[in-house]
């Protein structure tokens, strides 16, 4: 009988196989027909440490042992004390206040909806959304309203609101991103928010961009008072080599979003940081001034003992140490690839990516089903946006599955 599940981004008509998991440990997963693939992009960028880790799934054990889920509006418990205590000491000191809830995208619907209580409550009628194009933010009609228009979004396009959107500042048109900034920042009707990924755009190609440039676009934001929304969902948790792409930069968001690596990816979470003033606008004897967000499942229990456990990682792991050891691992095996069909090679931390010279250039390319079959067939999990191919694993990965993922890219080029 055929499968009644509905995945995800799969095209069900193309009848491609989908594999029936059975177990995962570190970098690998383990199949029901007994083969081991490589978890290269670990698991849709959520698996830091690796897949299975000890002490995250030994503290969610311990924690379905004690309380599940209960209501968060207006009651407690002790992981998500303990879990907000811990996010607020190890994040920025501004940012002093956590909210919670469940994805990346409603970690972005928060941001967004946190950006416009602030302004609302003080009165003053600032709503539009400063953008910048190729961004993913999630799939929720806030977040891809905020996101880059196209191909994943197209049918749903009446629903997305409006949106300023700034040229990605790709080298050489850097200071066309900034005077674009400028410019909306000093528009008659100002901006509430600037949202972006911070380094890099993850589902829009994994494109790169400099630290100095995302300091100058907080600094206009801040000369004009437009809040910042850094969406770490996934940058954070040392994917592009520091704990947030942020201190590369050595800037501070007003909101920050944060997922995916929050449970080290062993179990759904996210946080929404914000600072003193945001809290303080919505902070009030005025019932009509609360934030009006929730959602049933708000601070998990067992999510955040999951997620406590992979702050005591952070603490007490040499987690950073780790990723600049899988950077410079990537590095040598990424320069080694010869081809003349690469197109623009490039590494962030634990993040490597390259274009392979094909008639179309985008996440539709032919290539893109051709490359995803021909790394199925040599049990890898690489799954090229287009014709971008990257690869992020879990921090855990050895030095014999790096060299199967990079060979067998260096063999698609050749081949394919
Ligand atoms: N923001 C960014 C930068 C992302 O990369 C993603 C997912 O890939 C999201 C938001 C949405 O997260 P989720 O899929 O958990 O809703």
Redesign the pocket.
Known sequence: MSSPVWHPFTQHGLGEPIPLVTGAEGAALYTEDGRRIVDAISS??VTTHGHGNKRIMAAIAEQAGKLDQIIFAGWTHEPAETLARGLVEIMPPALAHVFFSD???TS?EVALKMALGFWANRGEARHRIIVMEGS????TIG?MSVGQRGVFNRPYAPLLFDVATLPFPAAGREQETLDALEALCHAPDAPAAFIV?PLIL??GGMLIYPPRLLAEMRAICARHGVLFIA?E??TGWGRTGTLLACEQAEIVPDILCL??GLTGGAIPLAVTLATREIFAAHYSDDRTKQFFHSSSYTANPIACAAANANLAIWREEPVLDRVAALGRRQAERLARLQSPRIRNRRQIGTITALEIADEESSYMSALGPRLLAFFRERDLLLRPLGNTVYVMPPYCIDDADLDAIYGSIGEALDTL
């Open positions: 849709w960028w994805s990346g995208s972005v993913y933010h999630g799939d977040a990924e993850g589902a969406d969902v996934m997922s995916k």
